[in-house]
Structure formats: C-alpha cells, structure tokens
C-alpha cells in the first residue's frame, strides 16, 4: 500500500539537506568574519609598506645600534622598570621610549617614557609577569632601537639590535 498524502517540506529528510547546509554556512562565514574582525593585532609595531608583494620595513635603526655596539638590560620590579645600559655610548641626559607589546592584545600594549636615573633610565609602571612581552627600547625620534623579548615571569631581559654581524 502506498500513502499518496503529501507530507509537509520540512518532514523530508532531502529538504533539511538542501535548506541546512547552505545556512549552516552563512552562520560559519559570519563567525570567521568577526574573528577576523575582531583586534586585528600582528604585534609588529614597525611601519611596513609594500612594494609589489614585498612588505619592506625601516631597519636604520637597528643598523644604527649594531654600528654603535648598543645592548642593555631591561629590568622590572615592583612598581618600576629599568633599562640598564650593557655596552655602547649612550646620551645618558635623554630620556627614552619604552615599548611593551603583548603577544597577542594590541589593546594591551605599554609606551612608558623613562627618565635618567642613577644607574640607567626608569619609568614607574606596574607590569603584569603572567605573558611574554615583546620590548623596544629607543630615544625620542629613534636614530637607533634595541628589541628583546621578557619571557613570562622572568624579571630581566636582554635588549640589542635586531641586526646582527658587520655591515657589508
């Protein structure tokens, strides 16, 4: 026997295939955008421009360092970070840019101005030691850079030039 009463769309297996899968997509999509979308940080604080499909980025400054021999330590302890030169002739009457980039949250991202102090440059600042942070340490208008990386937990880290070697 065959029941030749017509059943409702959404009671046809068939249907919930030709209807779900395209909307199951759209719902992906929108949730990959807004990922996406969301704090869109690489945490590269260089300007980068392109050139065809080459990024090219500024490396003076690190060039500038290397030449000069430049390396310091970048100490942090409660309520304060220090940056204590290591090798190289620094100005030490002027006062230098600090740049703490988290990992991951642009948002979460430090500039501190360190003033001369006794034994190097401080700035006061309450720093958090449960990620990694990515250092900067540069004089105002940055004629040279010196980069580093304080692993989570850890209170010292040692900065110098992202070039390394003699210039060629």
Request: charged share 25%.
């Amino acid at each position: 026997m065959t029941d030749d009463r017509k059943r409702p769309f959404w009671r046809e297996p068939m249907m919930w295939l030709v209807l779900g899968l395209p909307a199951a997509s759209v719902v992906a999509g929108v949730i990959l955008v807004s990922l996406a979308a969301r704090d869109s940080s690489d945490s590269v604080g260089d300007v980068v421009s392109r050139t065809a499909q080459i990024q090219v980025a500024d490396l003076s400054p690190d060039a500038r360092a290397r030449d000069l021999r430049l390396s310091a330590i970048v100490r942090v302890d409660e309520g304060f970070i220090e940056v204590l030169p290591v090798t190289g002739d620094y100005q030490r009457q002027q006062p230098l840019r600090l740049v703490l980039r988290h990992p991951t949250l642009a948002a979460s991202d430090l500039e501190l101005r360190a003033e001369p102090a006794d034994n190097g440059w401080r700035a006061a600042v309450e720093l958090p030691l449960d990620h990694d942070w990515k250092l900067e340490v540069m004089p105002e208008g940055m004629p040279w850079r010196l980069q580093g990386r304080l692993p989570a937990g850890q209170r010292a880290a040692h900065v110098k030039p992202a070039l390394s070697g003699e210039q060629g």
